[in-house]
T-cell receptor, first 109, second 114 residues
């Protein structure tokens, strides 16, 4: 049930781009993205509903391909503040919510 | 308060003891979730309330774990006969309606079972 994220970890220099992928084995209704900094609670970034939409939030955007049951998070021109662990959260057609396996992102100067 | 409040922030207990963890959701949020997060892992779903009733408790690991939300607001997660493997951060989240809605998280309760 738990969505699988890739990569597990990534290190970027400031200004570089990254893509984080989230894949589910179940048919999905929506996908959420959250970021969690060390010792803090997860913070909501964005939600994507089925329909293949793409959303943007500053320099962070995401896409959702419901046919492939996949979502990707795109971080462009990364900043130090982007460091943290990123989790996708999926809502399947059975209305169950699961967090993904997580991707640790470290941005260095 | 404006956000989700969890108390205590830290709880240290001995193996075999009973503990209660409290969650006070955002006012007006009908849905409330409990998760458990171990170091380096993602939040693991435990239980989801819609109003006063548990809409999905499939994530509770065994019958030592129980949660209530008697008035549809504050929720208490209860763990009986604690084991060392129960040590984790317990996160609570609330949302305006149900699954598929944005979840707002509390800071969590760090439970340590010695």
């Amino acid at each position: 049930q738990q969505p699988v994220q890739s990569p597990q970890a990534v290190i970027l220099r400031e200004g570089e781009d990254a893509v984080i992928n989230c894949s589910s084995s179940k048919a999905l209704y929506s996908v959420h993205w959250y970021r969690q900094k060390h010792g803090e609670a997860p913070v909501f970034l964005m939600i994507l509903l089925k329909g293949g939409e793409q959303k943007g939030h500053e320099k962070i955007s995401a896409s959702f391909n419901e046919k492939k049951q996949q979502s990707s998070l795109y971080l462009t021109a990364s900043q130090l503040s982007y460091s943290g662990t990123y989790f996708c959260g999926t809502v399947n057609t059975g209305n169950q919510f699961y967090f993904g396996t997580g991707t640790s992102l470290t941005v260095i100067p | 308060g404006a956000g989700v409040s969890q108390t205590p922030s830290n709880k240290v207990t001995e193996k075999g003891k009973y503990v209660e963890l409290r969650c006070d959701p955002i006012s007006g949020h009908t849905a409330l979730y409990w998760y458990r997060q171990s170091l380096g892992q993602g939040p693991e779903f435990l239980i989801y309330f819609q109003g006063t009733g548990a809409a999905d408790d499939s994530g509770l690991p065994n019958d030592r774990f129980f949660a209530v939300r008697p008035e549809g607001s504050v929720s208490t997660l209860k763990i009986q006969r604690t084991e060392r493997g129960d040590s984790a951060v317990y996160l609570c989240a609330s949302s305006l309606m149900g699954q598929g809605n944005i979840q707002y998280f509390g800071a969590g309760t760090r439970l340590s079972v010695l």
